[in-house]
């Protein structure tokens, strides 16, 4: 079936560290992916998304490549902020479902 | 100018009760759903409509009713509240459905349930 694995959290940076979280999917075909950023008390936001191929998704001075060989989708950031802190959820859309990873809880301190 | 919006915010209800959440949106989106956080942070889809037509169900309890009287409302009525309910609750929507869409979704802020 249709599924998406994120890298465990919590991940404690501190402030102007480099951030990746881990993604990778399965999915029959070349589903549509996304990072949705949900902060604390709010809803989710979308972050980035790519829709094909190779395709860069970025936003905010987050990135993430669209990686069909090794069916990957990390989210990097090169310096992050206090501001930054929150929960990263990976997803693809299958079936006309957008599917979920298990989330990552971010916290960058001062 | 709220994109989704649901309310309430919180609904703190006791076991056995009835409860409904209303969710609204104006983005002119065309597809609306349900989806519950569980204490972990983890998403699962409820429900999805399509221009008011039920698309997805996933394997949720029939205590779980959804309605959409048109495109831009989906609410979502509860019977016989359990504990096992408490979670929050996300309202979404987005343009068109398909199979494998390119569409993001756009997100309410959540109802958090709390069963006593």
């Known amino acids: 079936g249709n599924s998406v694995t994120q890298m465990e959290g919590p ?67 090169g310096s992050v902020q206090v501001s930054d802190s929150a929960v990263y959820f990976c997803a693809l859309i299958a079936g006309g479902k957008l599917i979920f990873g298990q989330g990552t809880e971010l916290s960058v301190k001062p | 100018d709220t994109a989704v919006s649901q309310t309430p915010k919180y609904l703190v209800t006791q076991m056995g009760n009835d409860k409904s959440i209303k969710c609204e949106q104006n983005l002119g989106h065309d597809t609306m759903y349900w989806y519950k956080q569980d204490s972990k942070k983890f998403l699962k889809i409820m429900f999805s409509y399509n221009n008011k037509e039920l698309i997805i169900n996933e394997t949720v309890p029939n205590r779980f009713s959804p309605k959409s009287p048109d495109k831009a409302h989906l609410n979502l009525h509860i019977n016989s509240l359990e504990l096992g309910d408490s979670a929050v609750y996300f309202c979404a929507s987005s343009h068109g459905w398909t199979g494998t869409g390119s569409y993001g979704y756009t997100f309410g802020s959540g109802t958090r349930l709390t069963v006593v």
């Open chain 1, 11 to 77: 991940v404690t940076l501190s402030e102007e560290a480099f951030l990746t979280i881990n993604c990778t999917y399965t999915a029959t075909g070349y589903p549509s992916l996304f990072w949705y950023v949900q902060y604390p008390g709010e809803g989710l936001q979308l972050l980035l998304k790519a829709t094909k191929a190779d395709d860069k998704g970025s936003n905010k001075g987050f990135e993430a490549t669209y990686r069909k060989e090794t069916t990957s989708f990390h989210l990097e950031k």
